[in-house]
C-alpha cells in the first residue's frame, strides 16, 4: 500500500532564505506524486506533480520538487521564501495499484515565514 | 476561475443526528471524491463517484455514509447518524475526463462538529 511520510510538521524560515520541505513515499508501483498547499481557511491547491516524465519539477509560485527514486523522496523547494508561502502543504501520493485512484495524503508541515 | 463549492462551511450537530454535506463540482468535471481531515491527523480518502455510482470507497466508509448527485450540479455526502468521531474537516474534490493523472480541484470544506 501507498504511503506518504512528511519530515517535520513545522518548518519555520526567514524571507528569502531557501524553503525544504521533506517528503518520502512508499509504493510498489511506480507512483503518481504532488505537493498541494493549503492557505488559511482555504482548500487543497496544486502546487505541482510528478507523473513519470521529467524527474524535476516545477510548480506554481516558484515551487519545485525532485523525484529521486533511489531515495524514495521528492522534496519541495523554493530557492526564497516570501511572506505569501505560509501555509500548509500536503505530499500524497497516487499508485494505480489495482485500479486505485485515491490520493494518499501525508499529515502535512505548515510553513511559517518571518520578517 | 471555476472552482469547487461546499456547503455548509461549518455545522455543528447533535450525536446521532442526519448530516449532508453539499458540493457542487465544477461543470465540466466528471469524477467526484470526498476526502476528511480530522483535526491534527492526515486527509484520508473517503469515496470517489464516477458515472453514477461509487468507483472506490475506504474502509472508513461505512454504511453510515452514502454519496449522491441528486441532479446535474450537486454531489452530496450524507451521514446517517453521526458520531463523536466524524468531527472532521470534509473535503469535495473533483476531476475531469481524461487522463488518470489528472489533477483533483478541492473546495475550501465542511468542517462538521459533533457534540
Known amino acids: 500500500a501507498q504511503s506518504v511520510t512528511q519530515l517535520g510538521s513545522h518548518v519555520s524560515v526567514s524571507e528569502g532564505a531557501l524553503v525544504l520541505l521533506r517528503c518520502n513515499y512508499s509504493?510498489?508501483?511506480?507512483?503518481?506524486l504532488f505537493w498541494y498547499v493549503q492557505y488559511p481557511n482555504q482548500g487543497l491547491q496544486l502546487l505541482l506533480k510528478y507523473t513519470s516524465a521529467a524527474t524535476l519539477v516545477k510548480g506554481i509560485n516558484g515551487f519545485e520538487a525532485e523525484f529521486k527514486k533511489s531515495e524514495t523522496s521528492f522534496h519541495l523547494t523554493k530557492p526564497s521564501a516570501h511572506m505569501s508561502d505560509a501555509a500548509e502543504y500536503f505530499c500524497a501520493v497516487r499508485g494505480d495499484q489495482g485500479g486505485s485512484e485515491k490520493l494518499v495524503f501525508g499529515k502535512g508541515t505548515k510553513l511559517t515565514v518571518n520578517p | 476561475e471555476p472552482e469547487v463549492t461546499q456547503t455548509p462551511s461549518h455545522q455543528v450537530t447533535q450525536m446521532g443526528q442526519e448530516v449532508i454535506l453539499r458540493c457542487v463540482p465544477i461543470?465540466?468535471?466528471?469524477?467526484f471524491y470526498w476526502y476528511r481531515q480530522i483535526l491534527g491527523q492526515k486527509v484520508e480518502f473517503l469515496v470517489s463517484f464516477y458515472n453514477n455510482e461509487i468507483s472506490e470507497k475506504s474502509e472508513i466508509f461505512d454504511d453510515q455514509f452514502s454519496v449522491e448527485r441528486p441532479d446535474g450540479s450537486n454531489f452530496t455526502l450524507k451521514i446517517r447518524s453521526t458520531k463523536l468521531e466524524d468531527s472532521a474537516m470534509y473535503f469535495c474534490a473533483s476531476r475531469r475526463a481524461g487522463g488518470n493523472t489528472g489533477e483533483l480541484f478541492f473546495g475550501e470544506g465542511s468542517r462538521l462538529t459533533v457534540l
Open positions: 461543470s465540466n468535471h466528471l469524477y
Open positions: 509504493s510498489s508501483v511506480p507512483p503518481y
